[in-house]
């Protein structure tokens, strides 16, 4: 029995260490498995911390990014401001400037006149004097030898006055009928313009095959005779390929006939019954444009009250030209200068618009009526109602009617500005080589001159003159005698400046 009872003991021992052991094992495992489980949740947290910081970074670097992208713009917002504010200030500092030196140049004019004004009343109180003397010696004459007295002093002294405004005036009208007949040569020339005829005179109008000039004259010339007779334009079809040349010196009956003949064309249905029709619509679809085109004008200009006859006229410039210069861009051009200069005088701008845009209205007219075309358009205005200042103004160009205001002035100057500008008047090739050599041979003309050259466009000459020929003050006398000549043989728009070069060189040798 206890033998028995030592074996349960034993046996117990040995299951309590099984057990035990068994418990240790499984607590090895657990603890294993709970440290690896440990360690991956670590690893996972590092990786979200990883991530995180870098999310963090990323955003902080955004930010910082966007604060720089903000800042650089107000930044370069202000340098704007400020360079906006210089501008202003210089503008305004030029400004002063200007307005110092016109008050300067106006207090100058003042002080001269006010020196002028007083050598007048010195004269007038010497004058009063002379006078009183005079009546003092004559208050002991009888009435009538005191008469015959002034009278005889009176014809003496209108005698001499005659005589020097006698000889002043056919000195003045030398000078204008040389003028004058210099510019009626010129006007003659323009309106002609024989040797630039193909540029002003005809149009042309491309084809896509040269099949369809068969088309436009037609089964024994019929087309083509009925489409001259009714638009009065010539149509020269030669052996140039694909093209029509129209030819006429009315602008409007050459825009109507290319216009008209270009429908034609697109159509395909060439007839005289056709063209008759066409041309009809062309012709009131361009009076409409012409009618449009002075609206415009004036509108732009910000003038009203013009009688419809007058803005049909105006519209017709739409189509002219002048030294290949668009005439009523040209006029547009004159009355706002006009309208600056007449501010700038004291006058009445919007008057000032009126004889500026109408300034050339008779260059619509001039191959239907008689004479000069500011004549023509001074009775055309007066014709419709226009003020008595603007027609005369507009009739006074070229010192044509007695200008009776300084519009007249004014519209001549505004005139020469806008035709006189760089690009504004072209010219060809041949005509502007012909100005030039012309120019050199005047210079070359004169003895003592070595060489001489016509730049910027002729409106500088430079002359080399040789220093044993002439002197400082004959290179003096030289550059005002070309001037003058230049001045009274070539026409040159705008200012020509005359520069003579004398140079003197001195040479030695070292031996």
Do not use: W
């Not at 003050?473 to 070309?482: D, E, K, P, S, V």
């Amino acid at each position: 029995m206890m033998i028995i009872n030592i074996g349960f003991i034993i046996l117990g021992f040995f299951f309590h260490a099984y057990i035990t052991k068994t418990n240790a094992v499984a607590a090895s495992k657990q603890s294993k498995s709970i440290l690896g489980e440990a360690r991956k949740e670590a690893d996972v947290i590092r990786r979200e911390a990883k991530v995180q910081a870098k999310d963090a970074v990323l955003r902080a670097r955004e930010k910082s990014e966007l604060d720089v992208t903000v800042q650089r713009k107000d930044i370069l917002d202000l340098e704007k401001r400020v360079v906006a504010r210089e501008k202003n200030l210089s503008g305004k500092l030029e400004m002063l400037s200007n307005k110092e030196l016109q008050l300067t140049g106006r207090l100058t004019e003042i002080h001269d006149q006010k020196d002028a004004l007083k050598e007048e009343q010195n004269k007038l109180a010497g004058l009063i004097n002379e006078e009183t003397r005079r009546i003092e010696e004559t208050a002991n004459l009888s009435k009538a030898d005191a008469r015959n007295s002034i009278m005889k002093r009176m014809e003496t002294e209108l005698t001499a006055e005659a005589g020097g405004l006698i000889r002043h005036i056919q000195r003045d009208v030398k000078l204008d009928a040389e003028r004058k007949a210099r510019e009626i040569i010129a006007i003659a020339i323009q309106r002609y313009a024989a040797d630039t005829v193909c540029d002003l005179t005809t149009s042309t109008v491309s084809l896509e095959s040269d099949d369809l000039k068969g088309r436009i004259i037609g089964r024994e010339g019929r087309n083509i005779k009925s489409f001259e007779a009714v638009t009065g334009v010539n149509v020269l079809i030669d052996e140039t390929p694909e093209v029509v040349v129209l030819s006429c010196f009315d602008p409007i009956r050459r825009e109507v006939a290319r216009v008209a003949l270009g429908r034609l064309i697109e159509d395909g249905r060439i007839h005289p019954a056709r063209i008759e029709e066409t041309v009809e619509k062309v012709r009131a679809e361009i009076d409409v444009s012409i009618r449009s085109a002075g609206e415009e004008a004036l509108f732009g200009l910000g003038i009203t009250g013009v009688a419809p006859e007058l803005v049909q006229v105006l519209g017709k410039l739409k189509f002219r030209t002048s030294y290949r210069q668009n005439v009523l861009d040209h006029s547009v051009e004159a009355a706002h200068l006009m309208a600056m200069m007449a501010a700038e005088m004291g006058l009445d701008p919007k008057i000032a618009k009126r004889c500026g845009i109408f300034h050339d209205i008779g260059k619509a007219l001039d191959h239907e009526v008689e004479g000069g075309h500011a004549d023509i358009g001074a009775k055309l205005l007066r014709k419709h109602g226009e003020e008595q200042i603007v027609y005369e103004a507009v009739g006074s160009q070229h010192e044509g009617m007695e200008n009776q205001s300084a519009y007249g002035m004014l519209c001549d100057a505004a005139d020469a500005i806008t035709a006189a500008r760089p690009g504004a008047r072209m010219e060809t090739t041949d005509l502007y080589l012909q100005r030039l050599e012309k120019i050199e041979q005047i210079c070359n003309h004169y003895a003592g001159v070595k060489s001489s050259y016509a730049v910027q466009a002729g409106r500088e000459i430079r002359i080399m003159v040789e220093p044993e020929k002439l002197n400082d003050h004959g290179a003096q006398f030289l550059a005002r005698n070309i001037a003058k000549q230049i001045g009274q043989e070539v026409k040159i728009p705008g200012t020509v400046r005359v520069t003579v070069i004398r140079e003197t060189r001195c040479v030695e040798y070292v031996k």
